[in-house]
């Protein structure tokens, strides 16, 4: 009797806590933010309130109640006030809802379209790639069993990862096991690409690889937004190490 209390009793607050949470997400104004900091950067109130068409108190009473739930983190340098989301777990959450609402009815007007198709090319999911760009590479990997078919790392795409940050460059890449190895999140895990509509790597070896390619200069951030290009040197580098083409 006292368990079937017990557990009616957590569920009520789950049920709370669900009911919470889906509150917090239930507003435009929050959302655009939200979706503004899958980019994985840190933005000021003031460049949220622009990218949101709202006036910098709104924002700034938006963010709050963001950063009081958990969902983001905020630090204070000099006069500025920068968030960010808190981690890859609330970036999981978004991108598995933006997943569940099926395909999303295509933007109206020349700019918001030509936006919506680089997002659609290739993204940053807050710190790994995403898009046709993130689900190609991918794809790469498994059929070059550096992954599994249940998106393990294997031990040949360990050594490759490693590889990637010791092939004497100078420009400060990282390396793999020294940087990305330890940490507590999972080294590589699936995570469903909302415009694809299949899985893309995500995890510490998602973001190792997303960040060496940047390092690199093998993609680049296209305009303000997540979009991001693949450049010229690239698609050479991709097209050796991965036998990708037509990127």
């Known amino acids: 009797m006292c368990a079937e209390v017990s557990g009616a009793h957590n569920g009520s607050m789950a049920a709370d806590e669900l009911a919470n949470l889906a509150g917090l997400l239930a507003d435009r104004t929050r959302a655009r933010f939200l979706l503004t900091l899958m980019d994985g950067r840190a933005w000021t109130s003031g460049e949220l309130a622009k990218a949101a068409d709202v006036s910098q108190s709104t924002a700034s009473e938006h963010l709050s109640r963001l ?17 960010q989301l808190a981690g890859p777990r609330e970036a999981d959450l978004l991108e598995h809802l933006l997943a569940y609402l099926g395909p999303v009815a295509p933007e109206r007007g020349l700019r918001a379209a030509t936006a919506s198709a680089a997002l659609a090319r290739g993204r940053t999911c807050y710190d790994h790639l995403a898009g046709r760009l993130g689900v190609a590479i991918t794809d790469a990997m498994v059929g070059r069993r550096l992954l ?20 004497g460059g100078t420009d400060g890449c990282k390396d793999f096991g020294a940087d990305f190895g330890t940490t507590r999140r999972p080294l590589a895990k699936a995570c469903l690409d909302w415009t694809e509509r299949r899985s ?3 995890g510490a070896a998602g ?16 305009g303000t937004g997540r979009a991001v290009a693949v450049t010229d040197t690239g698609r050479d580098a991709l097209a050796d ?7």
């Open 200 to 202: 893309h790597l995500a």
């Open 148 to 167: 599994d078919e249940s998106f393990a790392l294997t031990p040949a795409g360990s050594a490759w990862l490693n590889g990637l940050g010791a092939d």
């Open 207 to 222: 973001a190792y690889l997303c960040a060496h390619l940047h390092d690199r200069g093998w993609v680049r951030r296209s």
């Open 241 to 247: 190490l991965l036998g990708l083409s037509a990127l």
């Open 67 to 83: 950063v009081r739930a958990g969902v983001l983190t905020e630090r204070r340098q000099g006069r500025h006030r920068y968030v």
